[in-house]
């Protein structure tokens, strides 16, 4: 019997470690070849804003508190510190929110020619967790008195943001250039959501995008998916400045973004 237990275990922690690596394994291979590309500088004191804990994470936030409209904007795997990102969310608190980047790796961001590769940094910062600690800010943003919440995910938080569009914590989602979506998530989507993509993204190639749209009409979900042409997966928080296209791209994203999120949440 002692043998047969110790068979077990010995079988049990293989398919154990072989499922840890076949999924990371797979979340590497769907990331967009794009997805790394052009990393930001962390900059702590960038932006019109300030840092403030919400709901046990550090967030950088932009706006008054008095809008009672917020905004959720999940970052990329560079993290809350990353100028381009800040810089929307000034965008969106000049639109009159209150705009809140948290801080979901807690210090410690994806960084570039490390020594921890994506599928180890991954391991730790997954998805899944992402999406619990979004819910505890949503949860203390409710409790600070804020009517509605809309959120927007970049890559990275675009997973985060397909979960949470999976319950009613908010009114309106936006997804940019998102990692690991499936069907089966958008499928399960309940508030209305637009999807703003890359046409050279392979992660989110314009096949699936089309089935995402399919979806979403089927289960009578409001939604407005836009392709823009000649723009890699990353472009609207990662965008070179000297890159006059791709900035006019981006900024056209981050307008479309205010418009559908302004669309549900200005109703609060």
């Known amino acids: 019997m002692a043998k047969i237990a110790q068979v077990s275990v010995l079988k049990l922690a293989f398919f154990v470690t072989l499922s840890s690596f076949v999924s990371l ?64 969310a000034d965008k969106v608190a000049r639109a009159g929110f209150y705009a809140v980047v948290p801080d979901f790796f807690f210090g410690d961001p994806y960084v570039v020619n490390s020594s921890r590769t994506i599928p180890e940094w991954l391991k730790i910062h997954g998805t899944d967790k992402g999406f619990e600690d ?41 997804l940019l250039h998102p990692s690991w979506v499936t069907l089966d998530d958008i499928k399960a989507v309940k508030v ?15 096949e699936l995008l089309k089935q995402f749209e399919e979806a979403l009409t089927a289960n009578k979900v409001n939604n407005f998916i836009k392709i823009f042409p ?10 070179n400045e000297t ?18 999120l302004s669309k549900y949440l200005r109703k609060y």
């Open 243 to 260: 890159d006059i296209p791709t900035v006019k791209a981006a900024n056209e994203a981050h307008k479309d973004l205010l418009d559908w």
């Open 25 to 88: 394994s797979l979340a590497q291979k769907t990331l967009s070849r794009h997805c790394l590309e052009n990393p930001p500088t962390p900059n702590s004191t960038y932006g019109a804003g300030l840092v403030k804990d919400i709901g046990g994470l550090k967030a950088y936030v932009s706006g008054h508190t008095r809008s009672r409209l917020a905004i959720l904007l999940v970052s990329d795997v560079y993290g809350y510190q990353a100028p381009h990102l800040r810089d929307i």
């Open 192 to 206: 209305p959501m637009s999807i703003l993509a890359a046409e050279l993204d392979n992660g989110t190639p314009p």
């Open 134 to 174: 979004a819910k505890t800010v949503i949860a203390a943003l409710r409790k600070e008195g804020m009517h509605a919440v809309g959120a927007a995910g970049f890559c990275w938080g675009g997973k985060v943001i397909v979960q949470i569009a999976n319950t009613d914590f908010t009114k309106a989602t936006v």
């Open 230 to 239: 000649k723009v890699k997966h990353g472009w609207t928080v990662r965008y």
